[in-house]
C-alpha cells in the first residue's frame, strides 16, 4: 500500500520567506509526528497528532513554527520567515497508534534549504 | 525529558561478522524502543522494534535486546553484508509517543 508521502521534496526559500510543508500520512493512522533531522544528526521530535488534536508541540523551537492536522488527515507544517538555522530535512511520521501497533513509518522528507 | 545515548558512532566490520550497537536511555517511563535504519538520502526504516515486557527479540540476522535494570538496549547484526552499510539509530518512547533518537552509527561492512 502507499507509504507516507511528503511534498515538495525540495524546499529553497530566502531568509524572511515563509514556507509550507505537506505530509499525507498512511491512510488510517491516527496518529501523526513531525520531526527535524539536522545533517548528520539523528531526527528530533517538533509536534504530535492524536487525528485533528495537537496534543504534544514541545519541541516546535520557535513561535515562527505552526503545524496543523484539521480533518485529521493531512498535515502541514508551516515555518514563518524563515532563518538560516532553519535548513534541515523535515521529516513527518505516521503510527496507527491504536491498539497493539504503534510503529512509526517515516516519509521521503523535505528538504528545507535557507538562503 | 528522556535522554539517549548511542554507540559506537562508527563501525567497521568484514562482511559475515557480526555488529553490536548499544544506546542506553534516561527515562524509566520509557515502555518502547525502535532500531531504525537510514541510507543515505533516504528516509529512516523500522527494522525492529522491542516492547518493556519483552528481554529479547529476533528476526532473521537482526536481534535486540533490552535491559530495563540497567536502562540499555542493543541491536545485533549476524553475518553482516554490504547491504547492511548504513546509518542505524535507536529510540525510546515513554508512553508509545515521540520518539527520542540517539545520535546514530554509521556501519560499514567490507565486501
Known amino acids: 500500500g502507499a507509504g507516507v508521502s511528503q511534498s515538495p521534496r525540495y524546499k529553497v526559500a530566502k531568509r524572511g520567506q515563509d514556507v509550507a510543508l505537506r505530509c499525507d500520512p498512511i491512510?488510517?493512522?491516527?496518529?501523526l509526528f513531525w520531526y527535524q533531522q539536522a545533517l548528520g544528526q539523528g531526527p528530533e521530535f517538533l509536534t504530535y497528532f492524536q487525528n485533528e488534536a495537537q496534543l504534544d508541540k514541545s519541541g516546535l523551537p520557535s513561535d515562527r513554527f505552526f503545524a496543523e492536522r484539521p480533518e485529521g488527515s493531512v498535515s502541514t507544517l508551516k515555518i514563518q520567515r524563515t532563518q538560516q538555522e532553519d535548513s534541515a530535512v523535515y521529516l513527518c511520521?505516521?503510527?496507527?497508534?491504536?491498539?497493539?501497533?504503534?510503529?512509526?513509518?517515516f516519509g521521503p522528507g523535505t528538504r528545507l534549504t535557507v538562503t | 525529558g528522556e535522554n539517549v545515548e548511542q554507540h559506537p558512532s562508527t563501525l567497521s566490520v568484514q562482511e559475515g561478522d557480526s555488529a553490536v550497537i548499544k544506546c542506553t536511555y534516561s527515562d524509566s517511563a520509557s515502555n518502547y524502543f525502535p532500531w531504525y535504519k537510514q541510507e543515505l538520502g533516504k528516509r529512516p526504516q523500522l527494522i525492529i522494534d522491542?516492547?518493556?515486557?519483552?528481554g529479547e527479540k529476533k528476526d532473521q540476522r537482526i536481534a535486540v535486546t533490552l535491559n530495563k535494570t540497567a536502562k540499555h538496549f542493543s541491536l545485533h547484526i549476524t553475518e553482516t553484508q554490504p547491504e547492511d552499510s548504513a546509518v542505524y539509530f535507536c529510540a525510546a518512547s515513554p508512553g508509545f509517543q515521540k520518539l527520542v533518537f540517539g545520535t546514530g552509527t554509521r556501519l560499514l561492512v567490507s565486501p
Open positions: 491512510s488510517g493512522h491516527v496518529s
Open positions: 511520521a505516521s503510527s496507527p497508534g491504536t491498539g497493539a501497533s504503534y510503529e512509526q513509518y
Open positions: 522491542i516492547r518493556s515486557n519483552v
